[in-house]
């Protein structure tokens, strides 16, 4: 594919859509908007697209995700509270991001209460309180 852009109003429509892969594209941005009318999404795959951050509201309304692949991109900073809304997310890929090499806050990972997989590069967990907050939260 050859996606460079994604217009926030692109799946106003499609409310009932459950999955939905824009892997392999040129992506390096997406609109806090983006997603806004997904809450019935429960697999969204960004990998191998040029994503360099995730915003704070990016996925406030994707509450029904149970899969998200945010693999091989260039992501650098995921904002603090970025999957607050994220309560179903089971499995989470930020693998291959070799800017982000490690992770601000542990704030970061608030709000993931079913989470079962996390699949990072060992260098992002080196101070271990990002985990243990994980088991609390």
């Known amino acids: 594919n050859k996606i460079y852009e994604v217009n926030k109003d692109s799946f106003i429509n499609l409310k009932l859509l459950l999955e939905l892969d824009l892997s392999s594209n040129l992506l390096n941005d997406l609109h806090y908007d983006t997603f806004k009318s997904l809450s019935k999404l429960e697999i969204l795959n960004i990998s191998f697209n ?4 995730i915003n704070l509201n990016l996925m406030t309304e994707l509450n029904s995700l149970i899969k998200l692949d945010l693999s091989h991109n260039q992501i ?7 999957f607050k809304n994220l309560n179903l997310l089971e499995e989470l ?5 070799l800017n982000l090499t490690k992770i601000q806050s542990n704030l970061t990972f608030y709000g993931l209460k079913k989470i079962k997989n996390i699949f990072a ?9 990002n985990i243990v907050y994980l088991r609390e939260a």
């Open 121 to 129: 590069s060992n260098e992002l967990f080196h101070d271990f309180d």
């Open 76 to 82: 650098a900073h995921i904002d603090e509270y970025s």
């Open 93 to 97: 890929f930020i693998q291959s991001n």
């Open 50 to 53: 040029y994503l360099k951050h």
